[in-house]
């Protein structure tokens, strides 16, 4: 059974930017998303993905992912997916052996900033670069299949 073992966290400032590795633009929707799982179509230049995942809140969850051929991604995400589309850039950085994961959200959930960490195994120590601030892990607000139904836009 495939596992994500992930943290999330706002940004106390932008000093990552000078760190970042790689920077990739994505679409993803969502075709099904309950209390109990999700499924969704992501699409970054010429690929696409089928991602099945539990809806557990916290750090551990079930998750599976198949790439697609990226004409059948473009015509889900299209037609299937609830809207709004969910559009980032996701940037990479390396902190300490490990890969943070930098989603800078445009759209409907424009000026939203998350960064995540995905570990090999719960408990797994890792070091917090100094922009990294309150973590969000368990505030639902923050999954992506939640700013599809509520975008940050809408937030108070």
């Given at each position: 059974?495939?596992?994500?073992?992930?943290?999330?966290?706002?940004l106390?400032?932008?000093?990552?930017?000078t760190?970042?590795?790689?920077?990739?633009?994505?679409?993803?929707?969502y075709?099904?998303?309950d209390?109990?799982?999700s499924?969704?179509i992501r699409?970054?230049?010429?690929?696409a993905w089928?991602?099945i995942?539990?809806?557990t809140?916290?750090?551990l969850?079930q998750?599976?992912e198949?790439?697609?051929?990226?004409?059948?991604?473009?015509e889900?995400?299209?037609t299937?997916?609830?809207?709004p589309?969910i559009?980032k850039?996701?940037?990479?950085?390396?902190?300490?052996q490990?890969t943070?994961e930098?989603?800078e959200?445009?759209?409907?959930?424009d000026?939203?900033?998350?960064a995540?960490?995905?570990l090999s195994?719960?408990?797994?120590?890792f070091e917090?670069p100094s922009?990294?601030?309150?973590?969000?892990?368990?505030?639902i607000?923050?999954?992506?299949?939640?700013?599809?139904?509520?975008?940050?836009?809408?937030?108070?």
């Amino acid at each position: 059974m495939a596992k994500e073992i992930e943290h999330k966290f706002l940004l106390k400032n932008d000093d990552w930017r000078t760190q970042t590795t790689r920077s990739s633009l994505y679409k993803q929707g969502y075709m099904v998303s309950d209390n109990s799982r999700s499924v969704r179509i992501r699409v970054s230049g010429d690929t696409a993905w089928l991602n099945i995942k539990s809806a557990t809140i916290g750090t551990l969850r079930q998750e599976f992912e198949y790439e697609i051929p990226i004409e059948d991604g473009i015509e889900i995400l299209n037609t299937l997916c609830q809207k709004p589309i969910i559009e980032k850039t996701r940037h990479l950085v390396t902190y300490k052996q490990h890969t943070w994961e930098i989603d800078e959200f445009t759209g409907d959930n424009d000026k939203l900033i998350v960064a995540e960490i995905e570990l090999s195994e719960v408990g797994e120590h890792f070091e917090k670069p100094s922009w990294i601030g309150q973590e969000v892990t368990t505030d639902i607000r923050y999954y992506n299949n939640s700013l599809c139904k509520n975008p940050y836009k809408n937030w108070k």
